[in-house]
C-alpha cells in the first residue's frame, strides 16, 4: 500500500472536511540563466573534469551563482540541501586558483570553508577533490572526533583550499598549527545550522583572523533574522541569490504524517519501514539515545538499520554511512546535527520519528530526499505532545500536512484526528530536537574551547601591497586596490590585490 496516496501538486482532501491547496512552488527568478556549463567560461581544465562527472546543464543555485562569482562578488546564498550548491561554491573557487596561481605557503590556506558537521565538511573536500583532479591543487580536512596531531602535520606544508569546522580549525589556529592571514576566500556552508549549534562566536572569531581584502560567501537553507544580520557583518555588499523562498520545503518531497502515541511509534516505525516501497529510508530521532534505541528494536525484528550521532567516533559514522550508501543498510537512523553532513542521492524516504521543535530543523530533514531531481516521501509521526510543533511546522512552510490513511500491515491503533480549532501549548521541559551535539566528539568537530592567542593582524609578506587603510576585521569592508579577475569584473566591482593571471 503506497504510504502517501495523492498527487504531487494537487489540491488534496483535507480528512477533516474541506479543500487545501498543494505545497507552493517556488518561483524561481530565470533571467540571465546559463543552459550550458559550456556557457560559463570555466577553465578547461575545470569542463574536463565536470563532463567527467556526467555535468552538462548547471542547476539553478549554479547558473546563477557562478557567474557573479567569477566577478568577484561577494554572495548570500539561499538554497536548500540537494541543490547543487557545492559546485556552484567550488567550481568558480577553483577557476579562480587557477586562474591566480601562488607558492603553497606553510600552514596557511587560500581557501577557507567552513561548515557545520564533520561529515558536511569530508563530502566538501570530496567534491573539491573531484572538481579538481586535473588541477594541482591540495584540499585538506579538518575536523573533530580524530587525533588533531595528523591534522597539525597535514597542513605543514600549507593548503590552496582547507575545508573545517569550527570547534577543531580554533583549536589548531590556537595552536599555532595554521594561520588565517592569506585567506582569500572565505565560504560558509550550512550558516543556518552553524547558528543553531551555538557556532556564532566561533565564527566571529575566526573572521576577525580573516583579511578584509577577501571575497565572502554565505549559503544557507533559510533566512531567519540572525542569518541576514550575520551576512551584514561577514559580506561586503552582497548579492543575493535565493532558488527557494526561506524556510519552504523541497517541492519534489510529498508529505505526509500519523497521529500516533509514543508508546506504539517503534511498532508503527517497523511497519511503515517493511515496506517493498522504501528502497532507503532516514528516520530522525530527537536524542542519540534514541537513535540507538530505534536501531536495536529495527535490529531485533530483522531489519537492517544503523545509526549515526555525536557520540559515534568518526570511523563508526562512516561506516555507518558507507553501509547505508552501497545498499548493506536499508534504515539510517540520525539525529538533526550530524545528519546535516549526509548528502546521498538515493534516499527515498525520509521518516520523523520525532517531530523538531525548530521548524527549521523540519525543512533540513525532508531535503535529505528528492536531491538530484529525483523525487521524495516525507512521513513524520506526531505525539500528542508533539503537535504543537507541528502547527508551528505548518505555519513555517504554509502550507498543512496530510493525515495518513492507516498502513494495511499495522495493529497499531492511530489516535483521533485532533481537533483543529484546539488552543495548543508549549511543552515543558528541556528544548528538543537537538540530540547530537555537544563539543566533546560531536558533530561541530571540536573539542574543548583553548584561550585564543590572537592571529597576526598582518599578511604575510610577498604579495601585491593593498591600498592604504588594510587591515583585517570581521565587517568584511575596505576592499580596495589591486587587479580584478582577469578582468571579468566590471568597473564597480570590489576588486581584490592578486598576483599572476592566466597566460
Known amino acids: 500500500m503506497p504510504l502517501l496516496q495523492f498527487a504531487r501538486g494537487s489540491t488534496q482532501q483535507n480528512p477533516q472536511g474541506g479543500q487545501r491547496a498543494g505545497m507552493p512552488r517556488a518561483r524561481l527568478n530565470e533571467s540571465n540563466y546559463m543552459t550550458k556549463f559550456s556557457d560559463l567560461n570555466l577553465n578547461p581544465l575545470l569542463m574536463r573534469a565536470i563532463a567527467e562527472e556526467g555535468y552538462d546543464t548547471p542547476t539553478p543555485i549554479q547558473a546563477q551563482a557562478i557567474p ?21 561554491f567550488a567550481l568558480p573557487t577553483l577557476d579562480f586558483l587557477l586562474e591566480f596561481p601562488q607558492k603553497r605557503r606553510a600552514r596557511s590556506a587560500r581557501v577557507l570553508v567552513l561548515a557545520p558537521t564533520r561529515e558536511l565538511a569530508g563530502q566538501i573536500a570530496d567534491s573539491f577533490r573531484t572538481y579538481s583532479r586535473y588541477m594541482d591543487c ?16 597535514s597542513l605543514q606544508g600549507g593548503a590552496d583550499i582547507l575545508v573545517a569546522t569550527p570547534g577543531r580549525l580554533l583549536d589548531l589556529v590556537g595552536q599555532k598549527a595554521v594561520t588565517l592571514g592569506d585567506v582569500e576566500v572565505l565560504i560558509l556552508d550550512e550558516a543556518d545550522q552553524m547558528l543553531d549549534m551555538g557556532f556564532i562566536h566561533d565564527l566571529k572569531k575566526i573572521v576577525v583572523q580573516v583579511p578584509k581584502d577577501r571575497q565572502t560567501l554565505l549559503f544557507s537553507a533559510t533566512m531567519p533574522k ?25 517541492e519534489r518531497v510529498d508529505q505526509g504524517l500519523y497521529h500516533v502515541s509514543n508508546n506504539d511509534k517503534l511498532e508503527l516505525l517497523f511497519d511503515v519501514l517493511n515496506n517493498p516501497e522504501i528502497d532507503r529510508a532516514l528516520v530522525f530521532t530527537r536524542t542519540k539515545h534514541g537513535a540507538d534505541k530505534v536501531v536495536r528494536k529495527l ?37 538533526d546535527i550530524a545528519a546535516r553532513g549526509i548528502d546521498i542521492d538515493g534516499i527515498s524516504h525520509v521518516v520523523n520519528f ?17 536531491r538530484a531531481g529525483r523525487t521524495g516521501l516525507a512521513v513524520s509521526f506526531v505525539a500528542e505532545d508533539e503537535r504543537y510543533y507541528l502547527r508551528d511546522i505548518e505555519k513555517t512552510i ?17 489516535l483521533p484526528l485532533p481537533d483543529p480549532n484546539e488552543r495548543l501549548f508549549k511543552p ?76
Open 226 to 250: 540572525l542569518i541576514s544580520d550575520l551576512a551584514q557583518q561577514f559580506l561586503d555588499k552582497p548579492v543575493r541569490v535565493s532558488v527557494t523562498p526561506p524556510s519552504t520545503t523541497a
Open 138 to 153: 591540495n584540499v585538506q580536512t579538518v575536523f573533530g572526533g580524530v587525533n588533531i596531531n595528523a591534522q597539525r602535520r
Open 398 to 414: 504554509g502550507m498543512e500536512i496530510d493525515v495518513l490513511p492507516k498502513p494495511a500491515n499495522t495493529t497499531v491503533d492511530l
Open 68 to 88: 557573479l562569482l567569477m566577478e568577484d562578488k561577494d554572495l548570500l546564498g539561499i538554497a536548500q540541501t540537494g541543490t547543487g550548491k557545492t559546485a556552484a
Open 299 to 335: 535490529l531485533a525484528k530483522g531489519l537492517s538499520a544503523g545509526a549515526i550521532h555525536g557520540n559515534k567516533s568518526q570511523p563508526q559514522r562512516q561506516k555507518a554511512l558507507d553501509a547505508f550508501k552501497n545498499g548493506n543498510c536499508k534504515v539510517l537512523v540520525a539525529t
Open 428 to 503: 515543558k521541559g528541556p528544548a528538543r530536537g537537538t540530540g547530537g551535539g555537544g563539543r566533546s566528539g560531536g558533530g561541530n568537530g571540536g573539542g574543548q574551547r583553548r584561550p585564543q592567542q590572537g592571529a597576526s593582524s598582518s599578511r604575510p609578506q610577498g604579495k601585491k601591497p593593498h591600498a592604504a587603510g588594510k587591515s583585517t576585521g570581521s565587517d568584511g569592508g575596505g576592499k580596495s586596490g589591486g587587479k580584478s579577475r582577469g578582468g571579468r569584473g566590471n568597473g564597480g566591482n570590489k576588486q581584490r590585490s592578486l598576483q599572476g593571471a592566466r597566460g
Open 354 to 370: 520525532e517531530v523538531p521543535n525548530v521548524p527549521e530543523q523540519y525543512v533540513h530533514r525532508i531535503g535529505r530526499t528528492a
